[in-house]
């Protein structure tokens, strides 16, 4: 170390070349040797110890909890089930710095909720403070706050999410799965024996039909049904329709209730005509059309419309005869009217009218005339406009608020709501707009002064006045006003200062510029040109003395100025403007003559004593101080004073020029025992003169100082079990006073209070303030505790003061680890932990808890694998007490696994704690053995009961089917010999008299036969008496019997 200091080899001062750390260097030595210039030279060695003191430049560092990513977080989980006090976690916390700067105190910065959880201060373990209810909320979190005890206190924080879970959590899953198994088997089941039913049902319909059909057969088909056997075949039934325009009638002959028309064939189909007729037309026509249209627009068909004939046009020579300047001609070769050339409604109508041009045409052979109106409509084809562009307007700045002025309106050619229809003026905060309509003369506007106008703020005023029609989007057209605004004399000459003061040397030379006075005047030209002058109440006196510039406002000194004769003037002064109606201003000035000072003042002392006790009062009179000058006024005037930095002070009596120095304020001897006071004495002229004197007074001491500790309070750090009787500790005080009044005493206040028993475990040493403990301290039953030192000098009366004395025992690492779990019900730290076969990497199996009683780095604990079974199957975490799976199972691996996990402190030596956990690997479903059970049971009585079902719909199925299948059977094998009950009449000649019409896929059947009774059956797949038909869809023609 002592390449890092310096010596410096005249007066011995060591100076350290680098800064100390506490933290990596506690003590050091060296020597320093100290060697004469004799010849020979002799010297000498010292041994000198350094201690270095700690400073608090370490903040607390969290060593639990710690995130993966690391900060200071962790989550907890606990059950909802647990009580008050249950121990949550402990926070732990480590300080490089020692004694008061190293201790470290916790408390709970943030909390979702106080009053469930609770922190210990000094070991940082959180407790529940009651338990947990259905409204508490299922997550918290905690931010603690760690912070030591130094002067300037250093901290951190550390969050802990509690996370409160149900006990059963852990089988919510296994349990939803077989409840919606149970549930899906169950509607198995049930759709089942739906089926079941339906199918039985069927059956027993299918079985009592057959019977039915078996026993109501009858073979009486007579012939009652030919009885008009000329039937001619003739249609006797219609049916109308339309689509579209046109009208429909499909003829047939007449059909049974429930027969089928199909649309979209029209072989016996009427098509009826439309009756609908055209109307009338009109003989006299009005056509519209807008301005500006280009020549040869169409106007309209007045041939068509007047019912003209096209052919006879020409020789009946069609034509326009109205007018000289024909707008519109009509061509002979197809009778429609055209535009000859481009209209122009403002040329051709007065503006405000209906624009109606009225057309005569005429035919001959016969004559005939005919009267057509074509109105001209009016397009936005104009914007407004101002006969002026630019307007200038002067108006006076004395205008009252309201006065209007009359604008030239804007015109716009345009007509209706094409024309002016509204004006707008520019925003400004002096002027706004009305508008007054009237009537043919359109829209006027008006300017109003709705603000009064000041010239001063503003010559002139830019307004843009907008004119807008009613066009859709509108056109406009603008006017620029300037508003010039003209001024009048309202504002009178205003000076430049409200108070005009100038100091002037006494015997000042004729012509000297005293001050110049400055006054402005807001208004314009002459209104706002000053001049200046003396007022008419100014004494004639001061016209020899002073005079004024009319022009430029200087006062100049004209005559002689003694300041003997008088010290002081005041003039008052005008200022007027050249206005018709001129206004003025007055104002003073003040002008001081300054004394010239040529005599020094003199000071004189008497009636002095030269020692005074220190527990002097403010106010004791120490000396008498006379002064004089000589001069008169301010430089006659003596101003005496001392220095500032002493507890006396001048005090002015009665007589004038006298002062006396008393005290101002409490003497202290400890601090200062002489004063060297100087007096000065300094007159008020300029420049000033002075004079000084220089007093000394002594100050003799008294007993006005209690002894003084060298710290308070006193904090002090003991290591648990400390020496029995030895010195721990010592207390200093010292006296400023001297001689008897500085002796000092110690002894321990003992009150006899409970707080205050372990003073009798301790004594002090009276002279020198060495405090021995008679017990040795315990840090796990004491941490902290404090009393008090009195320290009495020996003065008359004594004074005597006290110090606290705070003293913390130091943890030792004397405390062994405790297992909190797992706990085996005969209190050894044993559990078993059951885990599934198929976990995956990363499987919570359980967390040991431990806790140590020690804090600090003592009562960090770190966990170890100290016996597995398989190294590669469990992985411990070290900080946080997690076994977790490190791979997945296998079907080799055992069934069971035995750890012994060693739990151990950071103490210099450290102690430790071992806890077993047995995990015992089961299968999946083993862990909810007896729901499982039960479920098991439940499900294989439930797949009896499906299986009888699934084999009983079958069997009733196969039935159902062999009965369908018999009763096809017995309709095929039926006699069809039906000849000779058809044919009763000898004449019959075959005409059919009973069918009915079916589809089978693409093709049309007709079913046909003799009537036959109701309950007569035909049986599917005969075709005996069939006829096919063809398909209309494709074809057309008569049907052929198959």
């Not at 040797?33 to 270095?52: C, K």
């Not at 009665?654 to 006396?660: A, E, F, G, T």
């Amino acid at each position: 170390m002592a390449s890092f200091l310096n010596i410096n080899s005249e007066n011995g001062d060591i100076l350290a070349l680098k800064s100390f750390d506490f933290e990596t260097l506690k003590t050091f030595q060296f020597q320093v040797v100290a060697t004469d210039s004799g010849t020979p030279s002799l010297s000498s060695n010292v041994t000198v110890n350094v201690f270095i003191l700690d400073q608090n430049d370490n903040a607390p560092v969290i060593l639990y909890p710690v995130s993966s990513n690391g900060s200071a977080e962790g989550v907890e989980e606990i059950h909802r089930n647990v009580n008050a006090g249950h121990l949550v976690t402990k926070v732990r916390a480590y300080d490089a710095d020692i004694g008061y700067n190293g201790w470290l105190l916790f408390s709970l910065q943030e909390v979702t909720d106080h009053s469930l959880f609770g922190l210990d201060r000094y070991t940082g373990q959180i407790r529940t403070l009651r338990s947990f209810t259905e409204t508490d909320e299922a997550q918290h979190k905690l931010v603690i706050l760690v912070k030591d005890n130094g002067n300037v206190s250093l901290s951190a924080t550390a969050t802990v999410i509690v996370k409160v879970v149900e006990p059963k959590e852990a089988f919510a899953a296994s349990d939803v799965k077989s409840a919606t198994m149970d549930e899906e088997d169950n509607n198995v089941t049930f759709y089942l024996m739906i089926t079941l039913g339906s199918v039985s049902t069927l059956f027993l319909i299918s079985i009592i039909v057959l019977i039915a059909m078996q026993c109501s057969k009858s073979t009486d088909y007579t012939s009652k049904y030919l009885q008009e056997p000329n039937y001619d075949g003739t249609l006797c039934h219609s049916i109308q329709y339309r689509s579209g325009e046109k009208r429909y009638m499909l003829v047939g002959p007449r059909m049974s209730v429930g027969s089928t028309i199909v649309p979209g064939s029209h072989a016996n189909t009427l098509m009826l005509p439309d009756r609908r007729t055209a109307g009338e037309t009109l003989a006299q026509i009005r056509y519209s059309i807008p301005e500006e249209v280009q020549e040869g627009t169409v106007v309209g068909n007045v041939a068509k419309d007047l019912g003209l004939d096209i052919t006879s046009l020409i020789s009946r020579r069609f034509r326009v005869v109205s007018g000289t300047d024909p707008v519109f001609h009509v061509n002979q070769n197809d009778g429609i009217l055209y535009v000859s050339r481009k209209i122009d409604r403002e040329e051709i109508c007065e503006r405000g009218s209906t624009c109606l041009l009225n057309l005569k045409t005429v035919l001959e052979n016969p004559l005939e005339i005919h009267y057509i109106g074509v109105e001209v409509l009016d397009i936005n084809d104009h914007s407004p406009s101002f006969p002026e562009i630019q307007k200038t307007l002067e108006i006076s700045e004395s205008v009252v608020s309201g006065k209007s002025f009359q604008l030239q309106a804007a015109r716009d050619p345009d007509n209706g709501q094409f024309s002016v229809q509204q004006y707008k003026l520019n925003p400004n905060d002096h002027f706004r707009l009305e508008v007054r309509d009237k009537g043919e003369d359109g829209k006027i506007p008006i300017l109003i002064v709705q603000k009064p106008l000041d010239r001063e703020k503003a010559e002139s005023h830019s307004l843009v006045l907008t004119a807008l029609d009613g066009g859709k989007p509108p056109k406009s057209g603008k006017m620029n006003i300037l508003v010039n605004v003209l001024d009048i004399n309202d504002n009178a000459p205003v000076f430049s200062e409200d108070v005009y003061s100038v100091m002037l040397d006494e015997n000042a030379p004729v012509g000297t510029t005293v001050i110049q006075v400055n006054a402005t005047d807001l208004d314009d030209g002459a209104n706002g040109e000053v001049v200046y002058s003396f007022s008419n109440s100014v004494n004639r006196r001061l016209f020899q003395l002073f005079e004024i510039t009319q022009s430029t406002g200087e006062i100049i000194v004209k005559g002689p100025i003694d300041y003997e004769h008088k010290d002081k003037y005041e003039i008052e002064i005008q200022a007027s403007d050249k206005g018709l109606a001129h206004l003025t201003t007055e104002k003073n000035v003040v002008i001081r003559i300054v004394d010239v000072n040529d005599n020094a003042p003199e000071i004189e002392v008497t009636s002095f004593s030269n020692s005074i006790p220190e527990d002097s009062r403010p106010g004791t009179t120490v000396a008498l101080i006379s002064v004089n000058d000589l001069d008169s006024g301010l430089n006659g005037k003596v101003i005496c004073s001392i220095n500032k930095d002493v507890p006396f002070a001048l005090s002015t009596s009665l007589q004038d020029k006298m002062y006396s120095l008393v005290t101002k304020s409490p003497l202290d001897r400890e601090r200062q025992s002489q004063y060297i006071i100087t007096v000065v004495a300094k007159d008020a002229g300029q420049p000033s003169s002075s004079s000084k004197k220089t007093i000394y007074i002594e100050v003799s001491d008294v007993n006005d100082n209690s002894p003084e500790f060298s710290l308070s309070p006193y904090t002090f750090y003991v290591t648990e079990a400390n020496e029995s009787g030895a010195s721990v500790f010592s207390v200093r005080a010292f006296d400023r006073d001297e001689t008897d009044n500085a002796l000092i005493s110690y002894h321990i206040l003992r009150d006899g209070s409970k707080d205050n028993k372990v003073t009798s475990f301790l004594n002090i040493n009276t002279e020198s303030g060495d405090i021995l403990a008679l017990k040795s301290f315990d840090f796990e039953t004491l941490k902290t505790f404090q009393f008090q030192v009195v320290a009495t000098d020996s003065g008359t009366p004594s004074l005597s003061s006290n110090v606290t004395v705070n003293v913390f025992i130091l943890d030792q690492n004397d405390n062994a680890p405790v297992i909190l779990y797992p706990v085996s019900s005969n209190g050894s730290a044993e559990g078993v932990e059951e885990i599934p076969r198929n976990v995956n990497a990363g499987h919570l199996v359980t967390k040991v808890r431990a806790y140590d009683a020690d804090i600090g780095y003592n009562g960090w604990l770190l966990f170890s694998l100290q016996e597995v079974t398989d190294h590669s199957l469990f992985g411990l975490d070290r900080y946080t007490g997690q076994i977790r799976t490190l791979r997945s199972f296998t079907e080799t691996d055992e069934a069971q696994h035995k750890l012994v996990i060693l739990v151990k402190d950071n103490g210099n030596v450290s102690l430790s704690a071992t806890a077993t956990v047995i995990v015992k690997v089961v299968e999946p479903k083993e862990a909810f053995a007896a729901s499982d059970v039960k479920s098991a049971t439940a499900d294989e009585e439930d797949n009896n009961v499906t299986f009888y079902l699934m084999i009983t719909l079958g069997s009733v199925s196969t039935l159902f089917l062999i009965s369908i299948i018999v009763l096809i059977a017995m309709q095929c094998s039926k006699s069809t010999d039906y000849t000779s009950k058809y044919l009763q009449e000898p004449n019959y000649d075959g005409t059919l008299c009973h069918s009915i019409q079916y589809r089978s896929g693409e093709k049309r059947y007709m079913l046909v036969g003799p009537r036959m009774s109701v309950g007569s059956t035909i049986v599917p797949g005969s075709h005996a008496n069939t006829l096919m038909l063809p398909d209309r869809r494709t074809m057309t023609g008569e049907v052929r019997h198959v």
